[in-house]
């Protein structure tokens, strides 16, 4: 089994910074997982906001490159995204996932459908 929980949502006005964290653990759970973040607004799908393998190599939304960068800290087990020059349409709930590192690559992990395991959400707001 893998937990996640994500931390760290709240609201920040535009042009702001916000990070999230992520901490996962069980018995299932290891550094090789793909680990992914997702946000999702009222009324449409979940998308991806961030991906990031093993290695670290990480693969972002074009709307999100160069604001937002995902890490990962392997020996806390915490994925985290830091938010950087924030605007009102990154308002969402944001969801970390996660999926063993078999089958599928991890950068070709782009929907929902493809993540086994997920945290409860966090709210992110970006207004004045």
């Known amino acids: 089994q893998v937990q996640l929980v994500e931390s760290g949502g709240g609201s920040v006005q535009p042009g702001g910074s916000l990070r999230l964290s992520c901490a996962a653990s069980g018995s299932s759970y290891n550094k090789g997982y793909c680990m992914a973040w997702f946000r999702q607004t009222p009324g449409h799908e979940r998308e991806r906001v961030g991906i990031?393998?093993?290695?670290?190599?990480?693969i972002y939304k074009d709307s999100v490159a160069g604001r937002f960068t995902i890490s990962k800290d392997n020996a806390k087990n915490t994925l985290t995204l830091q938010m950087n020059s924030v605007k009102p349409e990154d308002t969402a709930m944001y969801y970390c996932a996660a999926n063993r590192p078999t089958g599928l690559f991890c950068s070709r992990r782009r929907g929902p459908t493809d993540f086994d395991h997920w945290g409860q959400g966090t709210q992110v707001t970006v207004s004045l």
């Open positions: 990031i393998d093993s290695d670290g190599t990480a």
